[in-house]
């Protein structure tokens, strides 16, 4: 039954198919296995049995805060700040990238609107300081997944949906591996810009240029305090977090007089695009992930990954290796579905943390979006850099061994992930 629908779903996708279709169809053709005459009573029932979850509610309701922070100008001061800060330093603009990454992960956490907003602005800016355009487009999409790791996260939210794993604990947990990960960059621009011989650009700002800039950002920096303080300090959950987050950026939005009715509906519009999209691929994947349970796939590789359960650090390493496979060639978020309920009882029968499990995953997804040949972050920085995709893909691979050692240190070291749940949740 899984070859017929593995065999299925890579037909259809090479087709051409919409990526929910296909999985449609590959659970189809798993029903055929096991009675077809089900098809018309379970499909429907997994079909919305996997988006009726009220914990889900949150993610259009982040996607809207962060639509509404791109429309109401506050990204623009956040980036004002990053130039502030480290935009004098020599190869500042690859600095400046990287920060304003960093900021923009606790607005929205999507890897792709990072990489469309910071690319369509600095990649040229980049380019007239002298930076490569391949280097640069590269750097700001290894740099945008930040933004999936650093709250709040879309594909987190998803996890604990799965898993019953307290959003807030993933949340805390995710905030250290998202540092280490712009560190990581910022070392890696910092190499670029002494072999290119770039030169510091502009002075060293001073204390009322840095209040200025710290001022003017401080509304959108709140938003990220509101979100996480609220979930881990047990106030609202994370969806009542995402609409607070939402009245909050629009009450500043009106007060600076940036917000107005077409840009709101704007919003509106990008949010139901953005999330009825990702709500029919984790739709149609429940019901694959359902086949699956049903076929008994989790036990079976429980089974096959028996003789290494004493040892979860190799059982880490082989699930981030069949995760960061399978992320090349399938869509993020129907990944996260089919193979969070494979993975979870190996990793529980090894004894790993769920939430150090769901920091590892949600980085190995992440990680697919800068991968070849199906990373979407490549493809987008391709588009606004104006170079061709084949030149990107040659470029790529630093930024992709950059993000693949942050996640092998992680793995290793699972206090980096721990640490703050521990110590500000007691979660783990």
């Keep these: 039954?899984?070859?017929?629908?593995?065999?299925?779903?890579?037909?259809?996708?090479?087709?051409?198919?919409?990526?929910?279709?296909?999985?449609?169809?590959?659970?189809?053709?798993?029903?055929?296995?096991?009675?077809?005459?089900?098809?018309g009573r379970m499909l429907p029932q997994q079909f919305f049995g996997g988006i009726n979850v009220f914990s889900l509610m949150a993610i259009p309701l982040f996607i809207l805060a962060g639509n509404l922070m791109n429309s109401a100008g506050l990204t623009q001061r956040l980036m004002t700040l990053a130039r502030t800060l480290v935009g004098h330093w020599r190869g500042g603009l690859g600095y400046v990238n990287v920060v304003s990454s960093v900021f923009f992960a606790g607005i929205n956490g999507s890897a792709v609107a990072d990489t469309s907003a910071l690319g369509s602005l600095l990649v040229p800016a980049m380019k007239k300081e002298g930076y490569s355009v391949p280097y640069a487009a590269g750097l700001t999409a290894g740099s945008s997944l930040i933004g999936p790791i650093i709250p709040p996260s879309i594909f987190m939210i998803l996890y604990a949906s799965l898993t019953n794993t307290s959003v807030g604990a993933l949340f805390l947990a995710g905030i250290i591996p998202g540092l280490i990960l712009g560190c990581g960059f910022m070392m890696m621009n910092w190499i670029?810009?002494?072999?290119?011989?770039?030169?510091?650009?502009?002075?060293?700002?001073?204390?009322?240029?840095?209040?200025?800039?710290?001022?003017?950002?401080?509304?959108?920096?709140?938003?990220?305090?509101?979100?996480?303080?609220?979930?881990?300090?047990?106030?609202?959950?994370?969806?009542?977090?995402?609409?607070?987050?939402?009245?909050?950026?629009?009450?500043?939005?009106?007060?600076?007089?940036?917000?107005?009715?077409?840009?709101?509906?704007?919003?509106?519009?990008?949010?139901?695009?953005?999330?009825?999209?990702?709500?029919?691929?984790?739709?149609?994947?429940?019901?694959?992930?359902?086949?699956?349970?049903?076929?008994?796939?989790?036990?079976?590789?429980?089974?096959?990954?028996?003789?290494?359960?004493?040892?979860?650090?190799?059982?880490?390493?082989?699930?981030?290796?069949?995760?960061?496979?399978?992320?090349?060639?399938?869509?993020?978020?129907?990944?996260?579905?089919?193979?969070?309920?494979?993975?979870?009882?190996?990793?529980?029968?090894?004894?790993?943390?769920?939430?150090?499990?769901?920091?590892?995953?949600?980085?190995?997804?992440?990680?697919?979006?800068?991968?070849?040949?199906?990373?979407?972050?490549?493809?987008?920085?391709?588009?606004?850099?104006?170079?061709?995709?084949?030149?990107?893909?040659?470029?790529?691979?630093?930024?992709?061994?950059?993000?693949?050692s942050v996640l092998l240190l992680l793995i290793l070291f699972p206090g980096l992930t721990l640490w703050l749940p521990n110590i500000l949740g007691g979660y783990a």
């Design 1 to 39: 039954m899984t070859l017929a629908m593995f065999v299925t779903f890579i037909v259809h996708i090479l087709l051409g198919l919409p990526l929910f279709l296909t999985l449609i169809l590959t659970a189809v053709v798993g029903f055929f296995f096991i009675d077809i005459n089900m098809v």
């Design 192 to 404: 670029y810009a002494r072999r290119a011989g770039l030169a510091a650009s502009g002075e060293k700002p001073t204390l009322a240029r840095l209040w200025s800039a710290s001022w003017g950002a401080f509304p959108a920096l709140l938003a990220p305090v509101i979100i996480v303080g609220g979930i881990v300090l047990g106030v609202v959950t994370p969806t009542e977090s995402g609409a607070l987050t939402v009245l909050y950026v629009v009450i500043v939005g009106l007060m600076t007089g940036q917000l107005s009715l077409g840009r709101f509906w704007s919003a509106l519009v990008e949010t139901a695009r953005l999330t009825s999209a990702i709500f029919l691929i984790m739709a149609a994947s429940a019901a694959i992930s359902w086949l699956l349970s049903y076929a008994q796939v989790p036990r079976s590789f429980v089974a096959m990954l028996e003789p290494f359960i004493d040892q979860p650090i190799l059982v880490l390493l082989m699930l981030s290796g069949i995760t960061f496979v399978t992320g090349m060639f399938m869509e993020e978020v129907s990944a996260l579905m089919l193979l969070t309920p494979i993975f979870v009882p190996v990793a529980m029968a090894a004894g790993i943390d769920p939430v150090h499990l769901g920091v590892v995953i949600t980085l190995n997804i992440t990680i697919a979006l800068i991968t070849p040949p199906m990373g979407a972050c490549v493809f987008v920085a391709a588009a606004v850099s104006k170079i061709e995709i084949t030149e990107l893909f040659k470029t790529i691979w630093p930024f992709v061994l950059l993000a693949l």
